[in-house]
């Protein structure tokens, strides 16, 4: 009996999936209104552990999400959506109003990368075999190796 | 009377010696130097970003490339870089391809030296720039010291941004300043992340007991300056609250010379003493 007989994929809760992206994007925008804004001349302070947080349900909700729910298809949408959702309003409300070509294509390959490789890394946990939740914890290092690159 | 035009005489040298010794000291240790210094480290390199998957490493790296930098420091590229493993069997599944690697390539003039061959210091005695390290050989990045600090410990001067909420422990990489020797900053900034970007100043205490900060506005994810006035004029205003008494701020008031045109520095720092 194959491991993905053992472990057969639940079909796709849409309703399950934008929640759980719902609630990591707004993990990352709560410390940002709660402080006015990047613009802001005061620091996140506390809000700060929120920022943590947020990154950290990032990285674990798309293995948490596929290794509970064996939803393929859900898990891809929380490993991608909130990373793009979140980086679309930041790119609505931060200053950076002039960006060069270079700035662009760089920007675009980050944050396709990382939506590639959360989205990866759901759809191996959901697949939950020994091997494919191995290939999701390193695709869930990739990510945050990626993501650190960003910040200098 | 010969005695008084001996006098005379003697008294014209001296006063030709104290105006001539400051233009000399100008000419011998200041601008001119820097800028010569400047001159003498700037080589046209080319620049290629790239992006790629290549012997199970996943790679985006910043190569700078040319003969005068294998003529000068004995290496091939300076290269700084985030590498990943990735087996070639995930690399196909996630549709990485060697063929398919992201690359930019532009030519352009920038200072490198080595770490035993550190920047002239300038005629105000301060830093200027801060550098990248990588391999033995240092990069200077066009980012400015552009507040100083004097008569505070490093650790007064960041509880004043971080009692208005800014964070000590941050994500960030580490550059460096000369300062009779090469120092590692010290970063403080409105959010340990700044996904959406932020102030954001590193600090080096200098051996006079001064600090130098490079105070710059972060953009979004991934991060660049997108402002440096900006940030320098908010941290500013943490030392001009009612209750600080001790706290003394003069804005762009130590002529550095790092003008810098997009994001706009103008190359003035400003000084904050604390007595």
């Known amino acids: ?152 | 009377m010969k005695q008084t035009k001996l006098s005379v005489v003697l008294l014209a040298f001296l006063l030709a010696a104290m105006l001539l010794v400051p233009i000399a000291s100008a000419d011998g240790t200041g601008t001119d130097l820097v800028t010569k210094w400047q001159a003498d480290h700037t080589i046209r390199i080319t620049k290629t970003v790239s992006t790629h998957y290549s012997n199970g490493t996943l790679t985006t790296d910043t190569t700078y490339t040319g003969t005068e930098l294998t003529k000068r420091f004995g290496i091939e590229k300076f290269s700084v870089q985030n590498n990943v493993n990735v087996s070639p069997e995930d690399a196909a599944r996630m549709g990485l391809d060697t063929k398919n690697a992201a690359v930019t390539s532009v030519v352009s003039d920038e200072v490198f030296t080595a770490a035993n061959d550190p920047p002239q210091q300038a005629r105000s005695g301060y830093p200027v720039w801060i550098y990248e390290y990588s391999g033995g050989v240092y990069h200077q990045l066009t980012e400015p010291i552009n507040m100083i600090w004097s008569g505070a410990y490093l650790s007064t001067i960041k509880t004043e941004m971080t009692e208005k909420g800014w964070w000590d422990i941050i994500a960030e990489d580490t550059y460096y300043i000369y300062d009779g020797s090469w120092k590692a900053d010290d970063g403080v900034a409105v959010d340990p992340v700044r996904l959406f970007g932020g102030d954001h100043i590193r600090l080096w205490q200098l051996n006079t007991g001064e600090v130098v900060g490079a105070a710059h506005e972060d953009s979004s994810v991934p991060h660049h300056a997108v402002g440096f006035e900006s940030a320098e004029n908010r941290i500013m205003a943490f030392y001009q609250d009612a209750d600080d008494t001790l706290w003394h701020v003069y804005p762009d008031n130590t002529y550095l010379g790092n003008y810098v045109s997009s994001p706009s520095n103008d190359g003035y720092a400003t000084y904050i003493g604390y007595w």
């Open chain 1, 1 to 152: 009996m194959s491991p993905e007989t053992l472990n057969p994929q639940k079909p796709l809760n849409f309703f399950s999936a934008l929640l759980v992206s719902a609630a990591i994007a707004i993990l990352w925008l709560i410390p940002v209104f709660t402080t006015g804004g990047p613009a802001a001349t005061g620091g996140t302070g506390a809000w700060g552990f929120v920022s943590i947080i947020a990154l950290l349900s990032t990285i674990i909700a798309p293995f948490a999400y596929g290794w509970y729910s064996r939803d393929e298809t859900g898990a891809i949408l929380v490993g991608a959506l909130p990373f793009l959702v979140v980086t679309g309003v930041s790119r609505i409300i931060s200053s950076n109003s002039h960006p060069g070509v270079d700035y662009l294509a760089c920007s675009v390959f980050y944050i396709v990368s990382l939506s590639l490789v959360g989205g990866l890394e759901g759809f191996f946990a959901a697949k939950k075999t020994a091997r494919s939740l191995l290939i999701a914890l390193l695709l869930a290092g990739i990510w945050a190796g990626i993501f650190f690159s960003g910040i200098t």
